[in-house]
């Protein structure tokens, strides 16, 4: 069971769940837009057998603080300052659609603070056709000025992003949810291309990879995560 937290980080409070051996590597995982920690229910336990799993809510989102203030970057150093807080020096990163993108933003701003990434159905950063989003009724776990903000940014993203994209040295693994994902698979292609020795695997299920095939995503995963150790040498009479 993850026991729930919150971390004073950059000025910021930042809520997340915490599960695994006290002990174990960190691995963080990282949520989509207008998501928070509780959508990695599915895969976090199993993640947790043989990892320290940490799962963020990013400013704006769930029990984290909504500042205001919400850009990618700060997104970004957000999770840098979380880090930070715990002690955390190289850690294993897995992000989804938005948390993706802060994701890749960290490696490639602090390579040497990310050891493996997880990519899961994102996409290069290019400019998009602009679509309004809409509200939804009701209360909001999120505050709506904040997707406002995000959004303007993914579909207008930064240029340097797309070039700092090489100079990242994680082993990274991208995963692509195929032709049931909204998102334009030749994009994620694309970006597994542009990191040096990025994989990319497809789990054709959608973008939701995780939430829609909880055990191949776990199982895609996790082998990437623990490589198989080397042979022993031979020893010649």
């Not at 990282?30 to 809510?57: C, I, K, M, N, Q």
Request: proline share 11%.
């Amino acid at each position: 069971m993850a026991d729930h937290h919150s971390v004073h980080a950059g000025g910021l409070r930042l809520a997340c769940r915490v599960s695994g051996p006290p002990d174990a590597a960190p691995l963080v995982l990282l949520h989509a837009l207008g998501e928070d920690a509780t959508d990695w229910e599915a895969v976090a336990p199993v993640l947790a057998l043989s990892r320290r799993v940490y799962a963020l809510d990013l400013r704006g989102h769930g029990r984290s603080d909504w500042p205001g203030d919400y850009s990618l970057e700060l997104m970004r150093d957000d999770v840098l300052h979380f880090l930070d807080a715990l002690g955390l020096g190289t850690v294993d990163l897995i992000g989804h659609s938005m948390g993706g993108v802060v994701a890749h933003l960290l490696a490639a701003e602090h390579p040497r603070r990310v050891s493996r990434l997880v990519l899961e159905d994102v996409p290069a950063p290019h400019p998009r056709k602009p679509v309004v989003p809409t509200r939804p009724e009701g209360e909001l776990s999120f505050d709506w000025e904040m997707v406002r903000a995000i959004r303007r940014q993914l579909d207008a993203p930064d240029p340097r992003w797309l070039e700092r994209l090489g100079g990242i040295t994680a082993e990274t693994l991208v995963l692509a949810g195929g032709p049931r994902s909204h998102v334009p698979q030749d994009g994620i292609a694309e970006l597994a291309h542009r990191i040096p020795g990025g994989r990319l695997v497809t789990i054709p299920v959608g973008h939701l990879i995780h939430t829609a095939s909880p055990q191949a995503f776990t199982a895609t995963v996790s082998a990437f995560l623990t490589p198989p150790e080397p042979p022993p040498p031979t020893h010649r009479p």
